[in-house]
């Protein structure tokens, strides 16, 4: 690919009716703030531009976006049946022993009763022994804290699938 070129699915992404890029840009993020506000900055010339924005609507997201964003992903060690994308960002857990998908479990209820909500990371590349660790270290953290860790690994999420749904081919 040139520099002048753009990727296939940005380019598509730019051009395809509104109600079918929000879809695009629902399955990227739940949240439906978020998606309007990718939405209404569209044509993007880059990749790069497109996940600028991506992380300017995450930071702006509220309270109830922030959740809405949240309860589009499934728990870390069940990844949601069918969806290639829960399956491959969650790789790390697929050849984990019984005692830590066991162990995972206890730790997601664990997390979800303190906070009322799934535990958030970015398990792209993670092993399951590190989506462990860093869960059994959050689980610590004040709410205030752990919002502020969601966010964040919310926009690692959300940059890497919009990386992905700008660079797919036709």
Same mark, same amino acid.
């Given at each position: 690919? +040139?520099?002048?070129?753009?990727? *296939?699915?940005?380019?598509?992404?730019?051009?395809?009716?509104? %109600?079918?890029?929000?879809?695009?840009?629902?399955?990227?993020?739940?949240?439906?703030?978020?998606?309007?506000?990718?939405?209404?900055?569209? %044509?993007?010339?880059?990749? =790069? =531009?497109?996940?600028?924005?991506?992380?300017?609507?995450?930071?702006?997201? =509220? +309270?109830?976006?922030?959740?809405?964003?949240?309860?589009?992903? *499934? *728990?870390?060690?069940?990844?949601? %049946?069918? =969806? *290639?994308?829960?399956?491959?960002?969650?790789?790390?857990?697929?050849?984990?022993?019984?005692?830590?998908?066991? #162990?995972?479990?206890?730790?997601?209820?664990?997390? $979800?009763?303190? /906070?009322?909500?799934? /535990?958030?990371?970015?398990? +792209?590349?993670? +092993?399951?022994? $590190?989506?462990?660790?860093?869960?059994?270290?959050?689980?610590?953290?004040? %709410?205030?804290?752990?919002?502020?860790?969601?966010?964040?690994?919310?926009?690692?999420?959300? #940059?890497? #699938?919009?990386?992905?749904?700008?660079?797919?081919?036709?």
């Amino acid at each position: 690919m +040139t520099s002048h070129s753009m990727p *296939p699915g940005l380019a598509r992404l730019n051009d395809l009716p509104e %109600p079918a890029a929000r879809a695009a840009l629902l399955e990227v993020c739940a949240a439906t703030a978020w998606a309007g506000r990718l939405l209404a900055a569209r %044509p993007y010339a880059t990749v =790069d =531009d497109l996940c600028a924005a991506g992380d300017a609507a995450t930071a702006q997201l =509220d +309270t109830a976006g922030l959740e809405e964003a949240m309860a589009g992903h *499934p *728990p870390i060690g069940r990844p949601r %049946p069918g =969806d *290639p994308a829960s399956a491959r960002e969650q790789r790390g857990m697929a050849g984990a022993s019984a005692e830590l998908r066991d #162990r995972m479990l206890e730790l997601n209820l664990a997390y $979800q009763e303190k /906070f009322g909500h799934v /535990f958030l990371i970015c398990a +792209t590349g993670r +092993t399951g022994e $590190q989506m462990r660790e860093a869960i059994e270290e959050r689980i610590g953290n004040s %709410p205030e804290r752990e919002r502020e860790i969601v966010r964040a690994e919310l926009g690692k999420i959300n #940059r890497i #699938r919009l990386t992905r749904l700008a660079e797919e081919e036709a």
